[in-house]
């Protein structure tokens, strides 16, 4: 366990390193998109964006050599999301003047605007003597509804390479969250808000792990979960950066946006791992975990882990903001909606098998196991529904919401479980950190079984704390009377139950302390305080 932590930040770095080579090795379209495009193909799509009703501006700024005109003229065309347009013409095996036809059908909407110094709507004229074009000039969108538009350039006339600088600026409206396509709204907001409900559970987590570590409880289950935690506010932290930064000048940083995805991915790993831990009652109901168990989770990680790693980096790699409008439409996405419910299923198999040798836990693991059903299975039913019964301006920010929105509600769960307290009724730890190790004839490494006594185990003061860190080197109760036979005294002890005996391999007397000797073991008494 100690080792996997490494791993998954080795994980990150590698996942960052990969995403800035793919990202400065492509054309980034933001949504203020500036290039310089060279291309033999006809017809190229620059970027999309969804606007507001009436709310939606378009400005341009291009410059073109003046000798482009002669191989006929070059067309900013903008289509909108209705079946009957841009499906019709994006990677389909249509030319491009029927492409152009598409739009030119419906010639009171002004879908085409020509860059030509000739055409009087396009805001072109010539500079630098005449050797070159600028074009400079501005579009309304007005739409019964909030829709997407997409932007491409075409030369239909010639397939002559295409040589152009732009600039194109897309806004909603003119005042806060102007740059931000309808689609993304609110999700910077919602990401600020979950940002600082983290950072506040830290705090938590930090008083709760100084009140296991006392006493003695911070074991490595829920080390794993700290660190997951982390994890996921490091995330935020960059998302909040980058949709901050988008938000107050208009240009995407793809980059920062991958690199906050790889960190909550491996967060969703490590916590996953940590559930998976629980679920199989590592620290909970054994030290350590048996032959089959460990191999099923290990191959379930691995199986996890891969199909994480691969998804993202085809999602990075290949993904077309022309098909796709967001991650849990893609190929990949859907990927990750069924990797889910493996993950319930796995959940299922070992919480039911540690429930079988430990059937006592139940009042621990049922609230456990509903919980975190609904935290596997919420998400990717939801992810489902919103395909087909939620609008398309209204999924991405939906579903990033109810996404940060679950895994807060299960960090804070695990936490609110794990809290040492005597109101903590179902408390998953009665071992202390160093009585991990399983009894000598259980190779399985499974606890002895063992009902909950929390009152009992919480209302240990401070000094019987002190005297139950010295209780190892009590001698036994009949050592105890050898010793005072030897000496002359006849003095009688409190007999051992076995399981509360200081010689137990596994639970020395931590429900209850011995009552002192009588004032006749006065011997005896002595030995104890010498040894």
Sequence with gaps: MNCFPMTVIEVIIILTAIDLRLVESKIVYGKIPTNEISTRVNFVFLTRFCFYSDEGWLDYNIRLSADE???????????????????????????????????????????????????????????????????????????????????????????????????????????????????????????????????????????????????QYLHSTFQVYIFAVVLQFVALVVYVAAFGSYNADGYDRPAARNVAHGFEIASDIVFITTVMLFSQGYTVTRGRLPAVGAIFLAGFLMLYILTYLVCFLIEISQHDSGEVLYFYESVPGLTIVGLKFLSWLAMSISVISTLVRYPEKIKFYSPF????????????????????????????????????????????????????????????????????????????????????????????????????????????????????????????????????????PIYPAILSIPPPPPPQSKAVSEEYIHE
């Excluded at 030319?95 to 059908?105: E, G």
């Excluded at 006594?453 to 139950?468: G, H, K, L, P, Q």
């Excluded at 030897?486 to 399981?499: A, R």
Aim: aromatic share 14%; charged share 15%.
């Design 69 to 215: 005109l002669k191989y006929g003229a070059i067309s900013i065309l903008l289509y909108f999301d209705t079946p009957q347009q841009w499906p019709t013409v994006y990677k389909t095996n249509t030319s491009c003047k029927d492409k152009l036809n598409v739009i030119r059908r419906v010639p009171g909407n002004n879908q085409e605007i020509i860059l030509s110094p000739y055409w009087a709507y396009s805001g072109c004229e010539y500079k630098d003597n005449g050797s070159q074009i600028e074009c400079q000039s501005d579009r309304r969108f007005k739409t019964t509804r909030a829709r997407w538009w997409y932007i491409a350039i075409a030369r239909c006339d010639s397939f002559l390479p295409i040589t152009i600088d732009y600039n194109i600026t897309l806004l909603n409206g003119k005042g806060f969250n102007s740059h931000i396509s309808a689609d993304e709204t609110y999700i910077l907001e919602t990401d600020i808000g979950f940002l600082i409900a983290f950072f506040l559970l830290l705090i938590v987590i930090g008083f709760v792990t100084y009140e296991l570590a006392q006493r």
């Design 369 to 504: 196991y509903i919980f975190f059903t609904c935290w596997l299975l919420i998400t990717p039913i939801v992810i489902l529904l919103a395909i087909y019964h939620i609008p398309k301006h209204f999924r991405a920010k939906l579903i990033n919401g109810i996404i940060i929105g679950c895994t807060f509600a299960a960090h804070v769960y695990l936490c609110f479980i794990t809290r040492p307290g005597i109101l903590n009724k179902n408390f998953p730890f009665h071992i202390r950190t160093k009585q991990t190790a399983p009894a000598d004839d259980d190779e399985e490494g499974y606890f002895a079984h063992h009902a909950y006594e929390v009152n009992s185990v919480f209302s240990i003061t401070a000094e019987r704390e002190a005297n139950y860190m010295n209780m190892s080197r009590l001698p036994s109760s009949s050592q105890s009377r050898n010793t005072a036979n030897n000496n002359g005294i006849n003095s009688t002890l409190p007999p051992s139950n076995g399981i509360n005996s200081p010689t137990h």
